[in-house]
């Protein structure tokens, strides 16, 4: 008995080991990944021959340390099991009993389990470690996720429809509530959450992942909004994060660019993947989308753009508060400000980054003050203002959380669709500002916002 109970015990100090050392497991797993990333990219040679050289060295020591794990968790069985036979050996003169015996593998077995029976604490974004490890192996490396988008683009794409349906604003401006709205339409198709970490590749992600409805929670924001893994949300800025390799996220802004033709038409291509239907037209919310506009305009004047807007003083408090929240949810967990960098939402938090529109200027002063983000509003909608081109609908937020439908028909009117469902909840978000603000700034932007009303 004394023999089963020292294996038990001994396989759940050795596994107990393994899982306090997991994390060079992950480690691997990560640069494992990051070396094949690297293979599947498409620089210069030596550049890549390079980089190579520089992550297979880290791999290397990552192998190792993780071989080590498992060598030590072995000697801890080994050892325990060659003491035991040395005790029998001096005290009884009996061999012990043999591994392959069932109650030698039941021993093992229940001592191997212990140290998993603790669960493994989550982060308090709700992602558990696998998952966290998962994201980073798929989201971090741009190279793989472009090889399988264009694996699945030649064996699931569609046609092409070039007339989709962008919802965008400066955030905090109802951006999210106006999509899910027109998302619940079978006209429209759009990325939600399920889609997650795939994002290039969501139908090979959908043959291992099939999530359930299950229950909504509101969402980190605190804001009232209801999410499931079937929301709809802001995930395709993650697209043109790969397909640029990030050049336009600057150390301290976003910066507008031009998208190429061969760009825009790769666009159609994620769009083609995410539609299940020719008939079915793409939807997405994506607050960066300004910055790209003119390009995409340049070579498709059939794309339409809703884009949301707010009074300047209570907008630019709804941000500054969200910024607030968002740096203190990232101070107490990192995966958060990893999953929104990901994601490219730099629009409040400790990597926040304000948009630097050709012609604009970056807001100055203090994050904690009322000012910059009335800046942040100035610059934003002052260029919304010079968009040209047709297809751009401009809608107040005040005027859609009072009469929703009347502003959801405005954007479904060009593809001669109407809102048939019960009518959403109207609702009044006003919020009282009583923090300190330069008359000055808010007075140009109070001109700026009559000037996006007569947009309507």
Same mark, same amino acid.
């Given at each position: ?14 596994? @107990?080991?393994?899982?306090? @050392? ?11 990944? %990051? ?29 190792? $340390?993780?071989? +080590? ?7 801890? &069985? ?23 015996? =069932? ?25 558990? #470690? ?14 793989? +996720?472009?090889?399988?988008?264009? %694996? /699945? ?19 905090? $401006? +109802? ?31 959908? %043959?291992?992942? !099939? ?13 009232? *909004? ?6 709809? #949300? ?38 083609? &993947?995410?539609?299940?239907?020719? #008939?079915? *037209? ?59 960098? =990901? ?9 926040? !980054?304000?948009?630097?529109? /050709?012609? @604009?200027?970056?807001? #100055? @002063? ?10 942040? =509003? ?10 040209? +081109? ?19 028909? %405005? ?7 109407? =809102? ?7 609702? &009044? ?24 009303? !007569?947009?309507?």
């Amino acid at each position: 008995m004394a023999f089963y109970f020292i294996l038990a015990l001994s396989a759940s100090l050795a596994f @107990g080991l393994i899982r306090w @050392g997991r994390k060079s497991f992950y480690r691997l797993a990560i640069s494992s990944t %990051r070396v094949l990333d690297i293979m599947l990219g498409d620089q210069d040679e030596d550049e890549k021959l390079e980089e190579l050289q520089s992550h297979t060295g880290k791999l290397i020591l990552n192998l190792l $340390a993780f071989i +080590g794990l498992l060598i030590a968790a072995a000697a801890i &069985i080994l050892i325990s099991l060659n003491l035991h036979d040395i005790f029998n050996a001096l005290e009884e003169g009996e061999a012990a009993p043999e591994l392959s015996s =069932w109650q030698s593998i039941l021993a093992l077995s229940v001592g191997a389990t212990i140290p998993f029976l603790v669960p493994f604490k989550k982060s308090p974004s709700g992602y558990s #470690e696998l998952a966290m490890l998962l994201h980073r192996m798929v989201l971090n490396n741009y190279h793989l +996720g472009l090889k399988l988008f264009r %694996r /699945e683009v030649k064996s699931k794409g569609i046609e092409k429809r070039k007339d989709f349906l962008i919802i965008s604003g400066l955030a905090r $401006a +109802g951006t999210t509530s106006f999509m899910n709205h027109l998302a619940t339409l079978p006209q429209f198709r759009s990325l939600n959450y399920g889609n997650m970490p795939f994002l290039l590749s969501p139908h090979l992600w959908s %043959r291992f992942y !099939k999530p359930k409805a299950g229950a909504s929670k509101e969402r980190s924001h605190k804001d009232g *909004i209801q999410l499931g893994m079937n929301s709809n #949300e802001a995930l395709e800025e993650y697209f043109f994060k790969a397909i640029s390799k990030d050049s336009y996220i600057k150390e301290h802004c976003l910066e507008e660019y031009r998208l190429s033709a061969d760009a825009h038409e790769s666009y159609l291509d994620y769009q083609s &993947i995410i539609r299940q239907s020719p #008939e079915q *037209i793409y939807l997405a919310k994506n607050n960066n989308f300004l910055l790209r506009y003119r390009g995409l305009r340049e070579e498709n004047s059939e794309f339409h753009l809703v884009l949301l807007f707010r009074q300047p003083l209570f907008h630019a408090a709804s941000l500054r508060s969200m910024h607030q929240r968002y740096c203190q949810m990232q101070s107490e967990d990192v995966f958060v400000l990893e999953y929104m960098n =990901w994601l490219g939402h730099h629009e409040f938090g400790l990597d926040q !980054k304000p948009f630097l529109f /050709e012609g @604009g200027q970056l807001p #100055e @002063g203090d994050k904690s003050e009322l000012n910059y983000w009335l800046q942040i =509003w100035i610059e934003y909608y002052r260029f919304a203002l010079k968009l040209e +081109g047709p297809n751009i609908h401009f809608i107040p937020y005040e005027a859609f959380c009072a009469e929703p439908v009347t502003y959801i028909n %405005r954007a479904l009117a060009p593809f001669q669709l109407k =809102w048939e469902q019960d009518a959403p909840q109207a609702f &009044i978000n006003q919020r009282k500002v009583d923090l300190e603000y330069d008359q000055a700034l808010h007075s140009e932007a109070l001109e700026i916002y009559a000037q996006l009303q !007569k947009r309507l």
